[in-house]
């Protein structure tokens, strides 16, 4: 559905985008990550036709963004950062015009604002004036005019930006149900946004390609510690120095401790699970143990380890 080969973007003397190249399916989630920066906003501007790259090919459903401007834009529900809003328009003559816009025949014009009400919860604000909106019912007209023409692909950039917890649920749950039938790419600084959403993660550092691949993959390949945390209760000192000793324990950092309870943080090469030899060690010392957590990597260990420049 999206193709990207060697794309390149400069401002001037900058380089915004350097030589980056992915694909992505028809009915796949991307994920689209990366710092402030790094070039995220850039590459959906050319994708959506916004700007012409300064070199490399992007062609969508086949079609080049240098050759078919008009017909990829027809294909494409676009949400920018800064949401495109009238803010003195009433949320339904706005959602009428973008229709009119996209070419919506008038007789589909009513069937398409119900769904669009419908999907992004704008029935108690339609008559209201934009202007007069909370930030996350603008972000939710800004939905709406993205998805009124019913496009292939669409892409999001920071979607649920300023939504209360429960309308960002609701809003992942409307990306996970359009990305059934339809492509998206959805550009976020929030981790936690990717891992609830997306089938599929880019990262992207200064311009350039860091990571890509599926959440578990990108996990797997996260090269660093594994940590282990553990509670004891022990009237001894030298717990820490005692816990070294276990064969491929790398480093123990030792929390503040509360009388008999102390805490520590033991990082061990990847690949291994010690939990069982700690556990052994407890018992051979007499230590009471009060808590034992093997620590999973995280999209955000990923993120930060590619990103730390």
Not at 118 to 141: A, H, N, P, T, W
Not at 248 to 262: A, L, R, S, W, Y
Not at 270 to 298: P, S, Y
Request: aromatic share 4%; charged share 25%.
């Amino acid at each position: 559905m999206i193709k990207v080969s060697k794309l390149t973007k400069n401002y001037d003397e900058t380089v915004a985008v350097d030589n980056i190249s992915f694909e992505v399916k028809h009915g796949e989630i991307l994920g689209f990550l990366g710092p402030n920066g790094a070039g995220k906003t850039t590459t959906m501007k050319v994708l959506t036709c916004f700007m012409p790259p300064t070199s490399g090919d992007v062609t969508i459903a086949g079609m080049n963004v240098m050759e078919d401007s008009l017909s990829i834009r027809q294909q494409i529900g676009y949400l920018p950062e800064q949401n495109p809003l009238y803010q003195d328009m009433d949320v339904v003559d706005y959602l009428r015009f973008v229709a009119e816009l996209r070419g919506i025949p008038k007789e589909q014009h009513d069937s398409r604002l119900r769904r669009m009400m419908d999907v992004c919860g704008l029935e108690k604000v339609i008559s209201r004036s934009i202007g007069e909106l909370s930030k996350g019912y603008r972000q939710r007209v800004g939905l709406a005019q993205a998805m009124i023409h019913d496009p292939q692909i669409l892409i999001l950039d920071e979607p649920t930006s300023g939504l209360d917890p429960n309308q960002i649920v609701e809003i992942r749950n409307l990306i996970k149900e359009i990305g059934k039938e339809k492509t998206v790419i959805l550009s976020t600084h929030i981790l936690s946004e990717v891992q609830a959403t997306c089938d599929r993660a880019i990262i992207i550092d200064q311009g350039k390609i860091v990571a890509d691949g599926t959440l578990q993959d990108l996990q797997a390949a996260f090269h660093g510690m594994e940590r282990i945390t553990i509670e004891i209760k022990a009237p001894q000192n030298g717990c820490a120095e005692k816990l070294r000793t276990i064969e491929n324990v790398k480093q123990v950092n030792e929390g503040t401790p509360d009388g008999e309870i102390k805490c520590f943080t033991i990082e061990i090469e990847k690949g291994q699970d010690l939990r069982e030899q700690i556990f052994d060690l407890t018992v051979k010392e007499g230590w009471k143990l009060l808590e034992l957590h093997r620590e999973v990597t995280t999209l955000e260990d990923v993120f930060r380890q590619l990103t730390k420049g």
